[in-house]
């Protein structure tokens, strides 16, 4: 892992009917940004043929606690389902709603380091240079730069052969 620039560290935890829930959480302290990305849950050795229900205690955008069903987990039917790096702000509570598992999830913690000022600088200049930079006029085909679309009927009709263009 770098020091001063973007990180990820496998992440996993089980949950089982002895533990019913995990907490995934970070030191406040810590100025750096953490995302939890969640690749896969599913059942492990020992799993009963019932259902398992997993689910994720958060905040939402207004800073209040949600809880949601995120797997419903059957050893004969669905016994692993993929949740394609489903992005969970720290901390979040994994809790096993119904069944008794073992539920496995895994994923990566991915850690940004925002101590590097000149990381950020730099992104803030190349901002600029793109909203600076001109765009090139729209060309017809078979026209040349010197006849390009100056009038407002050239231009609808370029928006119509765009527009039908594209459906």
Known sequence: MEPHGPGSVLFGCELTASTKSYTFQVDEDDDSDHVL????????????????????????HKNQEITVPVANLKLSCQPLLSLDNFKLQPPVT????????????????????????SFEEEEEDDDDDMSE???????????????????????????????????
């Open 94 to 117: 994994f809790r096993l709603a119904a069944g008794s598992g073992p539920v496995h999830l895994a994923g990566w913690h991915q850690i940004l380091h925002r101590d590097d000022a």
């Open 133 to 167: 930079e001109e765009i090139a006029p729209i060309v017809l085909a078979g026209t040349s730069p010197q006849t390009a679309v100056t009038s407002d009927a050239s231009q609808q009709d370029l928006n119509f052969c765009c527009l039908f263009f594209f459906f």
């Open 37 to 60: 990305a969640l690749s896969v849950v599913c059942l492990t050795d020992g799993a009963k043929d019932e259902c398992n229900v997993v689910e994720v205690i958060g905040r939402n």
